[in-house]
Structures are given as C-alpha cells and as structure tokens.
C-alpha cells in the first residue's frame, strides 16, 4: 500500500514555514556569532538544515507502520544506547549526553524522544480499552520511566522533562478521564520533594532563581535579567540585525543556542516577535490539521506526540526568555543553533509527512 | 487493520482541545513580550544602556592659587585613582577580597568602604585607591579580563609645597556632603566631587573649580571597552591670584617661633593682606590625597585646635595695644591732650578699688606721649575714667572693634566690644564703673581678633582711613567677575593732631629709651608699634599659672604715618611672648628690604640650614 504514495500529498505549507523559521535562526546565528569564537556556525547550521530537510524526504517515503511494527528492537536499542552513553559517552562541560559517530557529534536524548513517541503510539493504538485503564497508566510511566531516568542521569533534565508532555498529550489523546489527570497531578505534587532530593545543585538553584530571581543576580538570575534586558530593549522595532547591545557584547548568555530569541527579539523588536511567534502557531495549528486527518490512531498518535514535543520546547524556551519559565538548556525548535535539534525537528517533520501522505490510502 | 482503533470522534474534540490550548499558551507569550517591549520600554533601554555605557568621569584641575607677584603657592600634580564601576549584575562583592590582595589593602577595611561609599551614593563609581603606585597600576590593567568593574581614573590633586605653610589662609578641599550639594551654586557638582572647605578654597571655589569631564565609552560584559561614545573634556578652574606676598608669607611662617598663636600683616592703603599665619597647623597634603578618618578626627580632637585660623577667629583681650584705641578716642573728644600729666606709683584707686600699674614701682609723673611709650596703666586708667564708658564704646565701635573687619575669608570673628547695654542684655546686670577701668588697658570682657587690630591700627595711623582688608584685589576681583563688595573703605575724621600724637608715641614705643617694643627696631626705618599682655581671667589658676597663661600682642607699622605696613603678632600661651616683636620686625624689615632691592626674594633664599619651625617639603606625592 505505501507504493501510492506522492509527493503531491506532501504538506509542502508546512515546509514552507519550517524554512521561514529556519531562515530566521540562521541569520540570528549569523547575528549572535559574527564577533566571536563561533563565527561562521550560521553556515553550519544551513548544512544541517538541508541535512535535515533530506532526511525528511527520506523518512516521510518510509511507511511509518514498519517503525510501529519495528518497536520492541527500537526501545531495547534506545535503552542499551542510554546505557552505554552513561559509561563511555564523551564528556562535554560535566554531562555525557553526547555519542561521537566519525567527526560528529549526536544527543542521544533527541532520538529518545523520538523512540518515546512511536512506543506510545503504538502503546494505544493497539489497546482495547475505550479509555486509558489504570494498568495501561502503569504501564506506560513504567516504559517511559526508565528511560527517562536514564536521561535524567546524564544528567539532562530538560530532555527528562520533555517527555513528560509527550506522555501526557498522548494520554490524553488516547481519551483518559480527567479525573485520572486529578490523580497524576496530585501524585506529581507528592513525589515532587522526592525529585528535588536527587536534583543537581545547579538544578535546584535554577528552580530557586525562577521563584526569585533578584536572589541570584550573578548566575541563572543574572542570564534572566539580562535576557529581560535585551528583550525589553528591543521595543517595538528591534535595534536591527547585528546591532543588538546585549547579544553583541556578551551581555546575553549563550545567544545562538538557549537564548537566541532573547538575541532575535532584541534586535527585531516586538513585531519581530509577533511574526515568528505566529509562524510556530501555524506550524503547530498545521500538524494538529494532519494528526486530525490521519489514516489511523497510530498515525494521529505520532503526529500528537511531535506536537507535545515541539510545543513544550518552544513555549519553555521562549517562556524562558520572557521570565515565564525556569532557566533551563532547552534548545528553541529550528532556531537554536545545533545539528541534534535541527535534525530532530525535520525527522519528526518527516514522520509526520509519512502519516499525512498515506491519508488517503487505506 | 492495525493501530487503527480508537474512538475518531473524542480523538478529534481533544486534538481540537489541544489546538486551542496552545493558542492560548502563544497568547499569553505575546502578552509576555508585549510588557517588554511595549508596555515600559524605557525601563529596559535604560537598564541595556547602563550596562554597555561606562560613565568615566574626569575630575577638572582646581585653578592654581598665585601670590601677588603670580608665584603659584598652590599647585596640582596628576595622579590615578582607582575606582569600580556600578555595573548590574557584576558581583564586585566575590571580587573584592582579591582587588584588597591586588592592591595591598586590608580586604574588610575596602568592603567596609565599599558599603558605606554604595549606601551614600548609588549608581556611581567608588573610589577603592587614591594615589595608585604603578604597581597598583598594573595590577588594573593586567586583570582587566578577571574584574572588568576596575578602572583607572585621572585625578589632578592639589600639591601643596611646603606642609603646613599657610594652611589656613588656602584652606583645605574635601568630599562635597550632601548638605552642599543642595546649595545653589553647587548644582553642577556630583557626590564624589572635592571643593573648598575652608580658607580661600571655599571662598573662591567657584572660581578654582573646574568643570569635570565625562568619556563615555561602549563596553561588553567583560568590561573591555569597545568604542568611544563621545567625550566632554574636563575644563581647569580658574587660577586665583592672591595678594599674599610669597617672601613676607614665607618669612612670617619660618620667623613665627611658637606653637600657638596668629601672623597677619596688610598693607593698610589698600587693605590687601600680605601675610597670614596660624599656629599650629596642619598639613593640607593630607586632605589632598583623601584624610584617613583618625587623621581627621585627631585634627578636630586637638585641644590645640589647629584647624582654627587663629589671625581671624581668635577672640582675645588684646591687653595693652588697645591702649592706642582708647588714646584716639580721647584726643578726639578732647578729654585729653599733649599737656595732660596723670601722677602713676604703681597703682590706683578708682571707685574704690586699687588697680595695679605693671610697673610695681610706678612711672611718677608721666604725660601722654611717654605713657604709650612705657604703656602706663595708671595714665590710661585715668584716661578711661575721664572718658567714660559711653564713648569708649562708641569710639571703638567706630574704629573697628566688636565687629567684622568683612575679610574675604569664611569665619572670621567679630570680637566683643562690652557696653552697659550689652552686659545688661546679656547678664541683666548693670554696669560696674571699675569694668571702664580694666576695660581702659584692654582687659576685662573685650575680645579682639589679629586682624582686628591690624585693621584699626592701620586705621588711625593711616588719619582715618579704613580699607577692608582683602586677599583678593579689587581689580582681579572685576576680572573674575565676581562681586566686590561693598563699602571697600571708610573713613573716621580723625584730626590730624590726634594722628600725629598717636603714632609718635607708637614710634617712641620701639625707638626711644624705655619703650616696650625695643626688640621691633630697626635701624633706619620709621617703625612704630606697640605690645601687649593680655591676663587669661581664670579664677581658679593660681597667679604663677596666670603669667603662664598670658597672650602676647605687638603690632608694628611702617612707616609710622600713612604706613605701607601692618603686621600684628598674636602669642597664645606666654611661653614665647617676648617673641611677638621680634617676628613683627623681620617680617617688616623684609617688606622694605625687598622694596630696596627689587630682585629680593626671600621665599627662594630660605635654604634647608634655617631652623624652620615647619616647612617640611612634601619630597613624593605619590607616596
């Protein structure tokens, strides 16, 4: 059946915009790195884009019930490279997140990601119950759980975190009662002190600066203030490419990775803001459209879970930005510079393509 | 078919659910941004220029304070603070305990100034070391990477020559205080800035302040400065040009033995000051650099008071020399004159109560000119009697006592000329006649400064006319722009016979046989004087400790009518009394050999071998 397939059916809309936003990064990349010892990273980051695009051309070709069929491997495979990557990964700045294949460098936490979502997909559409049952909740935080632990002993809390959404979108989609939402909520809150008890130092102190941040004006509260600053500085037009006083001397912190839409909305102001915020409001909108005319649960489910996905990322980081979230290092969706996330992005672009391609086949 | 099942339709509400979630998610984003970026920009802008835009301040050089013959008597030299910038988000705090290593300082005394510098001033620069060494220096430069907030300021301070010369006539500079800082003509000046305190430094200092200069450079996080914004260079105070004669000035601080007392000389046809000295005194240097606070308390603590400038504020019995006075006031209203004798055997009674001449022997017979000669008590008691205490006050009011003499110096006291209503005003007690007689040879409640005295014996000499004694001259004054005051001169009609009774016997005082001020001669000069020894009323002293305690006066003039010069010597404390005329001659012998010999200059012939009482060169600034 996926021999029908055509390239006709592609969300080619959706392509547009992903390359709309992309353009914006690589050139607030171009912005952030043109005076330091980053320069030239925006021409890197177009590399991984047209990476990433053709890998979403490859992906959406593949029919994506092979995966759904394929994952017991994929989750043994995602659990052993976890392992692995906690006994031999290579140590960048204290964490091992990182597996070197020849010159490069990949987060394994991007492909659990990935794995997470198609093990929930599958997960529910094979079920009979009508709605989510207490044992299927089980055993979805049993099979997401340990993973996610792993992960968070990298230690990467904020991939960790990442997976929360995607259970809980899923959850929902598959149709669980809210009063079962109630109970995860309230159990949440009760383990919460447990979860502080085994956080990195640095980790509760983000958490701590969050509430207050006037408390620590020299690290994590010092990168709020000064996003702050640069955000609110930008005014309504922005202070134009390159020209930004906080991104351009160092003020803002890690300007072409976490907080390059503190540096973008420095320099293109409040309506700069406007238009890529609307533009990740359509690519969201526009996936929700196809998880909805998916040919079936699984597909719709994948779909789902790449929204939970991109949507927490995007609303943490931007969120971030403005002082509405904890200072945490989630990359933004396509504007942050870093192949792991771009190519994440377009992999999952290209799930989703395999899904609404076949719309119309069975 | 597989992964199919699922109820389509409660998929699709809540898929419909999720979109408007997120909608709602991005909306409150917006709303994020727009109280950024919208609501209050100002506040963030301000914040962004704070942090990219150092504010370096560039103190002005205060003008140069000359002597009448444009000889700088104070000076600046160049020299580097080190400040810390107020930067948002730069914790000086975790730096400060390595810049106190850096810069060899106690690490809790440069916190401690810190705190108290940042409470005081918020948002502003803070000075951690004055007078930085090179070392200090490079250790600045070379750790511009690891405490961006350093940085090196140029600070013109003040060099005074010679510590302790003429200290209170300049007067010191210090930190502007808040206080000042609302006063009108202080509006420009920022916390931090240094203006005069005291002396000419306060009278003058709108004209020796200079306008302090601003660099505003670019900088990044690291403190590096990027580019220069813009620059309003610093523009130098005026130069103040005194009428202080350097070699009179220096002659009068090396000759002036004695750890208490007042110099002041003036040339009387003007009003200009030539010289002024206090003792004891201070080390303006001190100021200069930043007084250390015990330094600075320890000059307030000082019994000896050294900051009081003592040739205008200290309030004595002028003792004998009044004498002079209460003889013009008699011979202008007649109850005295050339021929009149009063019989002196070493004491009186006037209204029943015995009052002692200072001869124990007596003068017998003695007439007016002899008796300022050998300064009889007993004759001037007579003459006070016979005036009466009404016009002795009036006259003497007339002739300057009890008031302001309207020096262009901060503080100068007025003394205190007694009267009947004053005594009852102040003690509701009527007037004792035998106060007139204490009061005839100076004593009793009446108080006179140095300047005072040099002011009025200038007068009478000068046949009645009075100059307002000045340390700036009227003409430079009009150049500067400022505002002369006003009246300049009077004048008392005095008759000339009265002049000419008065300073004869000032001239008999130093020059003929049994005057009092023999030690003021000099041969070949027309020299008058008189001296004076004022008891310090002490009730509970002993007699012997009295005498200890005795002020000694001379005033000398020059020549003897219409004088060039006046100088009056004050020693407190009587140990070194009999100096008093001795210094008064050197310091007119010196104003006329110098108009002898026009290439005489004193101020540079006074070597190292001179026994100098001070006059410690200030050998290293930065020291």
Not at chain 1, 149 to 167: E, F, S, Y
């Amino acid at each position: 059946m996926g021999k029908y397939v055509s390239l006709k059916d592609f969300d080619w809309l959706l392509l547009v915009l992903l390359l709309l936003i992309s353009a914006l990064g690589v050139v607030e990349i171009y912005s952030t790195t043109a005076h330091t010892r980053f320069a030239g990273a925006h021409v890197k980051q177009i590399y991984w884009i047209l990476l990433g695009v053709s890998l979403m051309f490859l992906v959406c070709r593949y029919d994506y019930h092979d995966l759904l069929n394929h994952i017991p491997l994929i989750y043994i495979l995602t659990l052993v490279a976890l392992v692995a990557l906690l006994l031999l990964g290579s140590d960048i700045s204290g964490a091992r997140r990182w597996i070197r294949v020849g010159g490069f460098s990949f987060q394994v936490s991007e492909g659990v990601k990935l794995a997470i979502i198609l093990l929930l997909a599958r997960f529910f559409s094979e079920s009979h119950e009508e709605r989510v049952s207490l044992p299927e909740l089980a055993m979805v935080f049993l099979a997401v759980g340990v993973p996610g632990v792993l992960v968070a002993m990298q230690p990467d809390l904020g991939t960790a975190l990442t997976l929360l959404p995607i259970v809980m979108v899923t959850l929902f989609l598959a149709g669980m009662r809210w009063r079962y939402f109630g109970m995860l909520l309230l159990a949440g809150l009760m383990i919460l002190p447990v979860g502080l008890h085994f956080m990195r130092p640095y980790q509760k102190a983000r958490i701590v600066t969050f509430m207050h941040p006037e408390q620590d004006p020299q690290k994590a509260g010092y990168q709020l203030l000064q996003s702050k600053i640069a955000v609110g500085s930008g005014q309504l037009w922005g202070k134009g490419t390159a020209q930004g006083t906080q991104t351009q001397l160092w003020f803002l912190p890690e300007p072409h990775t976490d907080f390059i839409f503190a540096a973008y909305a420095e320099e293109h102001g409040f309506l700069g803001v406007l238009f890529a915020l609307l533009l990740y409001l359509f690519v969201l909108m526009r996936l929700v459209h196809n998880a909805k005319n998916a040919p079936d649960a699984g597909g719709m489910f994948i779909i789902g879970g790449i929204v939970a996905v991109l949507s927490f990322q995007i609303l943490v980081n931007i969120g971030m930005v403005v002082g509405y979230a904890p200072v945490t290092g989630i990359p933004l969706p396509l504007m942050s510079y870093g192949g792991s996330s771009v190519l994440f992005v377009f992999l999952s672009m290209g799930l989703v393509n395999s899904v609404r391609v076949r719309r119309f086949v069975n | 078919m597989r992964f199919a099942r699922r109820d389509n339709r409660l998929s699709e509400s809540r898929l419909t659910f999720l979109q408007w979630g997120i909608a709602v998610a991005f909306l409150a984003l917006i709303s994020g941004f727009w109280q950024l970026q919208i609501f209050n920009p100002a506040y963030y802008s301000r914040l962004a220029e704070r942090n990219h835009i150092k504010n370096l301040r560039m103190p002005a050089p205060r003008g140069r304070i000359l002597d009448r013959y444009n000889r700088v008597l104070v000076d600046n030299y160049p020299s580097f603070s080190i400040v810390t910038q107020w930067e948002v988000g730069q914790s000086l705090q975790a730096h400060l305990p390595a810049i106190a290593t850096g810069l060899e300082q106690d690490p809790e005394q440069l916190a401690e100034r810190v705190k108290t510098a940042r409470a005081r001033v918020p948002r502003q620069a803070i000075v951690v070391q004055e007078n930085a060494t090179f070392r200090d220096i490079a250790f600045v430069e070379s750790h511009r990477v690891e405490y961006p907030e350093l940085d090196l300021v140029s600070e013109p301070r003040r060099l005074y020559p010679r510590a302790g010369f003429a200290a209170h006539l300049f007067g010191y500079i210090s930190e502007i205080s808040e206080r000042e800082l609302e006063l009108p003509d202080m509006e420009s000046l920022k916390p931090g800035d240094l203006i005069g305190k005291s002396g000419i430094e306060r009278q003058y200092n709108s004209v020796l302040q200079g306008q302090t200069g601003v660099r505003r450079v670019i900088v990044n996080s690291r403190g590096g400065e990027m580019e220069p914004l813009d620059e309003a260079f610093p523009t130098s105070g005026r130069d103040l040009r005194l009428t202080i004669d350097y070699d009179l000035q220096e002659v009068a601080e090396q000759k002036f033995r004695g750890d208490k007392g007042a110099l002041v000389a003036l040339d009387p046809r003007t009003g200009e000051i030539l010289a002024l000295v206090s003792r004891p005194t201070f080390d303006l240097n001190l100021f200069a650099r930043g007084i250390p606070v015990e330094e600075w308390r320890r000059l307030v603590a000082d019994p000896q008071n050294p900051l009081l400038n003592r040739a205008i504020q200290a309030q004595l019995a002028p003792g004998s020399i009044y004498k002079i006075l209460l003889a013009t006031a008699a011979l202008e209203a007649g109850t005295v004159d050339e021929t009149t004798t009063h019989y002196c055997s070493g004491g009186g009674t006037f209204y029943g109560r015995y009052f002692r001449c200072w001869k124990k022997g007596g003068h017998g017979r003695i007439g007016f000119h002899r008796a300022i000669v050998q300064s009889c008590d007993v004759f001037f008691y007579n003459l006070g009697k016979d005036l009466g205490i009404d016009r002795i006050y009036e006259y003497s009011t007339y002739l300057g006592l009890g008031r302001k003499t309207g020096i262009d110096l901060p503080g100068e006291q007025p003394g205190l000329m007694p009267s009947p209503q004053w005594k009852q005003k102040l003690f509701h007690e009527r007037w004792y006649p035998g106060e007139t007689i204490s009061l005839a040879i100076g004593q009793g409640a009446l108080t006179t400064t140095p300047l005072q005295m040099a002011f009025s014996f200038g007068g009478i000499a000068s046949g009645g006319y009075f100059a307002r004694p000045h340390l700036i001259s009227w003409k430079d004054m009009e150049a500067l722009g400022l505002e002369i005051p006003s009246p300049t001169e009077f004048r008392l009609p005095l008759r000339e016979q009265t002049v000419a009774l008065v300073t004869d016997g000032l001239y008999g005082v130093v020059n003929e046989g049994g005057g009092t001020g023999r030690r003021a001669r000099i041969q070949g000069l027309d020299v008058g004087g008189k001296t004076g020894t004022a008891q310090v009323a002490s009730l509970q002293a002993s007699a012997k400790d009295d005498t200890l305690k005795d002020n000694a006066w001379f005033v000398g003039l020059a020549p003897r009518r219409n004088p060039e010069i006046v100088v009056v010597a004050l020693y407190e404390g009587g140990e070194h009394g009999y100096l008093a005329a001795p210094v008064v001659r050197e310091v007119i012998k010196a104003y006329f050999d110098k108009k002898e010999d026009s290439e005489f200059q004193y101020a540079q012939e006074s070597g190292a071998g001179e026994d100098v009482a001070v006059g410690r060169f200030v050998s290293e600034p930065g020291g």
